[in-house]
């Protein structure tokens, strides 16, 4: 099936099932992303960054989680930037990147600006274009990891996710779309993530630039400019990441985080789950000493005393603190005034990071780690080699999913309004129109 035949002609409601639902719940799960950031300085700033620079003209959209009017491209960045700023979205394997934080804010600009014209999108239309944009948007990622040397993040590959699901939205042409495919390829941001890594900072995976090099490649290829070939999408050497589309479906290899941190730093919070779990009489204030033996990328990130949210989150001493002295990870413990709270950076100093050799060699496959905590009277705890929480071996229930939506989204929402989105989200599908969802979306 040729790649534009696939964009056009997708239908999300014969889908596979599974494959079904993890659209329908990467949408949930993102959203509830973009809510849980909603107030952090990041998502405040780049907002009113766009409401200065994108104002809204002919084509015109609201901010989410805001409702001031500005231009899609604004609106793009802005919530990639938004849905980055708290590392809680998902991600995937094969492309060691992530789709959802890119094409989910994409795409709601896009079905937002359309409705301002006067044109509806139904519920099952959006999902085959979100379904779409996923899909896409994970396979470009991983034919350029196929074909870089370097490791790029998310944004590098995400925008070709955003032309293939905005394409879906607008009918466009095939001439266009390729053209826009092109663009959006070129024009894409290099991202060279492990300076992210080692130099944390409000880049981050560069969801927000990724969000606008796609947005901004469909409207250039409207405007009648042309585009090189794609060729993560073009060249015969990436062939087999794009030849059995509609046959297998890359959202089935997605995890998922239950932690707002760094994938890297997921399995050593599923390790103090466990222990925490088993042993009730941890608690912050007996610890002697936490031992973490990880593999090489996840060691590297450190981060015992974060400055700031960016580097809390992308640090692994710092969260797994906080996790044994306040029993949960959400933002109200990687944002804001928790980073410098005493009891979290005590537990934090006692923590020891090293490489483990057996788990290094079984990385990108694999993410594994083992923690040993020491307490106060000599009693020592080790953890099995434990894998992150939401891998599809580890996969997260519906339950699970809905508990974590409601610990994002509380720290912006009334209960009322959460409950609302859910049900929304819920019952896309059968809606005959997007309204109800863009305007629970689209206002403070």
């Known amino acids: ?13 014969e889908m596979p099932e599974h494959s079904r639902w993890l659209i329908n719940t990467s949408l949930l799960d993102i959203i509830g992303v973009m809510a849980g950031a909603r107030d952090n300085e990041t998502s405040r700033n780049i907002r ?15 901010l989410l989680f805001d409702g001031r009017k500005v231009h899609p491209l604004g609106s793009a960045w802005a919530g990639g930037f938004s849905a980055d700023s708290l590392d809680a979205h998902e991600g995937h394997f094969t492309s060691k990147g992530h789709a959802g934080a890119t094409v989910v804010p994409a795409l709601l600009a896009i079905a937002d600006a359309y409705r301002n014209q006067g044109e509806e999108i139904s519920g099952e239309e959006f999902l085959s274009a979100l379904a779409v944009a996923y899909e896409t948007g994970l396979r470009a990622g991983v034919a350029l990891m196929d074909t870089a040397a370097e490791y790029h993040a998310s944004g590098a590959f995400s925008g070709l996710g955003v032309v293939c699901g905005a394409a879906r939205l607008l009918r466009m042409d095939e001439e266009q779309f390729l053209h826009a495919l092109g663009i959006a390829e070129y024009f894409g941001p290099r991202c060279p993530m492990m300076r992210l890594v080692d130099f944390p900072s409000n880049l981050r995976d560069a969801h927000g630039a990724g969000a606008y090099a796609g947005v901004n490649a469909i409207l250039m290829a409207q405007s009648g400019i042309t585009g090189a ?12 990441c794009w030849d059995d589309l509609g046959k297998r479906w890359e959202i089935d290899a997605q995890y998922f985080k239950p932690w707002p941190v760094c994938r890297w730093a997921q399995p050593s919070l599923t390790a103090v789950t466990r222990l925490l779990q088993e042993n009730p009489q941890i608690r912050g204030t007996n610890i002697e000493h936490v031992v973490i033996e990880t593999f090489h990328e996840s060691m590297r990130l450190q981060g015992h005393f974060p400055s700031n949210a960016d580097e809390a989150q992308y640090g692994l001493a710092f969260p797994v603190a906080a996790l044994i002295t306040r029993g949960q990870v959400g933002p109200a413990e990687v944002t804001g005034d928790a980073i410098y709270a005493e009891d979290i950076l005590n537990v934090s100093r006692r923590i020891e990071i090293k490489e483990a050799d057996d788990l290094s060699v079984r990385f990108p496959e694999e993410i594994l780690s083992r923690v040993t905590i020491t307490l106060s009277d000599g009693t020592q705890l080790i953890s099995p080699v434990a894998q992150a929480k939401g891998d599809p071996a580890t996969a997260m229930s519906e339950a699970e999913f809905i508990e974590k939506f409601r610990l994002l989204a509380s720290v912006s929402f009334d209960e009322k309004r959460i409950q609302e989105i859910i049900a929304s989200i819920k019952g896309l599908r059968t809606a005959d129109s997007c309204k109800a969802l863009l305007n629970l979306l689209m206002q403070r």
């Open 229 to 240: 070939p794609a060729e993560t999408v073009t060249e015969s050497k990436i062939a087999h």
């Open 48 to 62: 009113d960054y766009a409401a200065l620079h994108y104002s809204g003209g002919i084509i015109q959209t609201r």
């Open 1 to 13: 099936m040729s790649l534009y035949n696939f964009v056009q002609t997708l239908q999300f409601s």
